[in-house]
């Protein structure tokens, strides 16, 4: 087998951990024994950013790049909550996720880590209109998800706690709107 294709199954099989990695938040503050894996909060941020990306006339392609490499290194770091990454120090955190994902993206060849690192530093800056979206989407999507678990009955004042932490964190009128349309009308998403 050529070597881009051996590098390619390498990095997929390093990526398919996040299918395994539950979200520790949800775990840690809200007691959820079976929260969601850090595959699926990417999958509903990369959906949502996309949208967002396309109805703004945003580079759609390089915001789904964003939303795809922006949590990966969480496959080695683990998710740490904002708290964890105080604790640990913000500058020492993002060194240690940027160590991380080199790992992870080193079966692939030197040009596409060097971008994809390129992208990810970019989204980590959020000086970009890409990257405040992708930041938007990805607390967006975290306010669904809790808002998802209030309706199953979990404990509604910790994940309003969620919710509010959104609010503060999404640097996008849309999708500041979208959550004041969530807040607003939860039920919108309610299972029945």
């Known amino acids: 087998m050529p070597a881009v294709e051996e590098a390619i199954l390498r990095f997929a099989h390093k990526v398919g951990r996040t299918k395994n990695l539950a979200r520790t938040g949800w775990k ?30 945003l580079d759609t392609e390089r915001v789904l790049r964003m939303s795809l490499l922006d949590d990966l290194a969480e496959t080695i770091t683990g998710d740490l909550t904002p708290t964890q990454k105080k604790t640990r120090g913000l500058a020492r955190s993002r060194r240690l996720e940027e ?46 998800q809790a808002q998802e678990y209030i309706s199953q009955g979990y404990d509604a004042k910790k994940l309003m706690e969620f919710i509010k932490l959104s609010s503060a964190k999404i640097q996008n009128s849309k999708t500041a709107r979208i959550l004041n349309v969530l807040k607003r009308k939860p039920k919108l998403i309610s299972p029945t």
């Open 28 to 57: 840690e503050k809200v007691g959820i024994k079976s929260p969601e894996s850090i595959a699926e909060h990417m999958y509903r941020t990369a959906l949502v950013s996309m949208v967002l990306s396309d109805l703004e006339g």
């Open 99 to 144: 160590k991380a994902l080199r790992r992870i993206l080193s079966p692939l060849p030197k040009p596409l880590i060097n971008r994809y690192l390129s992208i990810w530093r970019e989204a980590q800056s959020l000086k970009s209109g890409e990257a405040k979206l992708v930041k938007s989407s990805d607390k967006l999507e975290m306010a669904i």
